[in-house]
């Protein structure tokens, strides 16, 4: 049951943080002052698109899934190693709160850029196209990956248990989303291709 509702809650926060990312890069062009309906309250269309946006931000979406999930096992393997070396994970323990803090979420951010340095060398410019350089180069789905995986970890622990402290669940969530939305923000938005795209086009055809 703890399983389920940690997979509803990882669905929800990547949802939000799809949406999040989405207004914030809309409401942030500042050329704008007028949106249509569809751009703001389209859900069926916005969220299918934003998600496959940040599984494209590295550029490959399938390799990006397949980063994500990988690396979304490997951090939800971490949340409950806390119960390996005392009481259950989800009880109000020391241990617990180590493995389920955003201190893994922190390390990989700070710390993914350069360990890939470090592991792939040259490698990453020689052998472009191997399989472990692609798949090391999808920083962004790796950090989304481990960050949705901590907050829904946290959420579903303590929805289900009531036994880990609420401020810890919400500090680490606040933390989480903050960092993953100013990761998120600064990348290109593929909107502003789709955007003037066509008016390039056109402007080029005119000037042959």
């Known amino acids: 049951m703890e399983f389920i509702l940690y997979l ?12 999040v990312r989405y207004y914030f890069l809309l409401f942030s062009d500042i050329g704008r002052d007028q949106f ?12 299918p698109k934003e998600i496959l946006n940040i599984l494209e931000a590295n ?11 990988v690396f979304s096992l490997l951090a939800y393997g971490w949340s409950l190693l806390g119960g390996l070396i005392g009481t259950p ?21 700070f710390g993914y850029a350069p360990i890939v340095h470090i592991i792939l060398g040259s490698k990453k410019y020689s052998e472009p196209d191997s399989f ?6 999808q920083e962004n789905c790796i950090l989304i990956g ?6 829904a970890a946290n959420l579903s622990v303590y929805g289900m248990h009531h036994q880990i402290a609420f401020p810890f669940t919400l500090l680490n969530t606040i933390v989480i989303s903050g960092m993953l939305i100013y990761k998120l ?10 955007k003037y795209g066509e008016e390039d086009y056109n402007y080029e055809e005119e000037m042959e």
Not at 89 to 109: A, D, K, M, P, R
């Open 146 to 151: 481990v960050g949705l995986t901590c907050i």
């Open 89 to 109: 994970h989800y009880t109000n323990e020391i241990g617990n709160y180590f493995f389920q803090s955003c201190l893994l979420f922190i390390g990989v951010y």
């Open 8 to 19: 509803l809650f990882y669905t929800i926060s990547f949802i939000v943080l799809a949406l």
């Open 132 to 137: 472990l350089v692609r798949f090391l180069s």
């Open 185 to 194: 923000k600064s990348q290109p938005d593929i909107r502003t291709e789709e």
């Open 36 to 47: 249509d309906r569809s751009e703001l309250i389209d859900f069926g269309k916005l969220i």
């Open 59 to 69: 550029g490959n979406m399938q390799e990006g899934l397949i980063a994500m999930s």
